[in-house]
């Protein structure tokens, strides 16, 4: 096992066990380079992977922001993962999409009416209605779709929601060049926000997660990634 690896398994044992929790901080670089005697640039080294994958913070200086601190951010390392393996076609963005769908349709079934991430969803669409350009508009449909799937209540569904949206967005926003008539579908796609939230609203999940899955299939069919595309 290389050295950094070393420092990996310590923390994440640190970590699982309690001793290590979201806020905390790890020991000073030269303290836990000793302690598992190992060099600190394998500290270094342990702690950029942790940066990258959204577990750790590292502050320089002094302060309350000095030292490498424990955060939760998973989105991080999944959303560029995932724009790494789009650009390189190693993942078919008709995948995401579906993957997509399948996520947003299952969280929008399973929405809370009170959460209050409908109020969010409902307060960005009052946003959507007085949106002018493009990348204005996905960047509230984006935040609207998240909104919708942290009413569901999951962690994860959230955080692979968050990865998914982030991994297609600039790709979203390349394919309003194939639509047809921009402002026709951006009137059409605010409409469908609004039968959406009131599926939810109105408790009926099974018509929420149709919509949803509708909403989502139907702008990319129009933009031209669909079956066969």
Not at 3 to 12: A, G, K, S
Not at 55 to 67: C, F, M, Q, T
Not at 167 to 190: E, F, M, S, V
Request: net charge negative; with cysteine; charged share 20%.
């Amino acid at each position: 096992m290389r050295t950094h690896q070393l420092v990996l398994t310590w923390i994440e044992g640190q970590l699982s066990s309690g001793r290590l929790a979201l806020g905390g901080r790890l020991p000073p670089e030269r303290t836990l380079a000793e302690q598992l005697k190992v060099s600190r640039t394998s500290v270094r080294e342990a702690i950029r992977v942790l940066e990258a994958m959204g577990v750790l913070r590292a502050g320089v200086g002094s302060g309350p922001e000095a030292g490498t601190i424990v955060i939760a951010d998973p989105t991080a390392a999944l959303g560029s993962a995932l724009r790494l393996h789009v650009a390189t076609s190693h993942l078919p963005v008709k995948d995401i999409v579906e993957t997509r769908v399948l996520l947003e349709s299952w969280a929008a079934a399973r929405a809370r009416p009170d959460s209050p991430a409908l109020a969010e969803a409902a307060s960005l669409l009052e946003k959507m209605e007085d949106c002018a350009g493009t990348e204005a508009f996905l960047a509230l449909d984006v935040q609207f779709h998240l909104a919708l799937a942290d009413a569901a209540g999951n962690a994860v569904v959230s955080a692979m929601m968050g990865s998914l949206r982030e991994a297609i967005q600039d790709y979203a926003g390349g394919l309003t060049g194939n639509l047809p008539d921009w402002d026709a579908t951006a009137a059409r796609l605010r409409v469908e926000h609004r039968s959406i939230l009131a599926a939810i609203t109105g408790r009926d999940g099974g018509r929420a997660a149709q919509l949803v899955a509708d909403h989502i299939e139907g702008y990319y069919a129009e933009a031209g990634v669909g079956s066969g595309a």
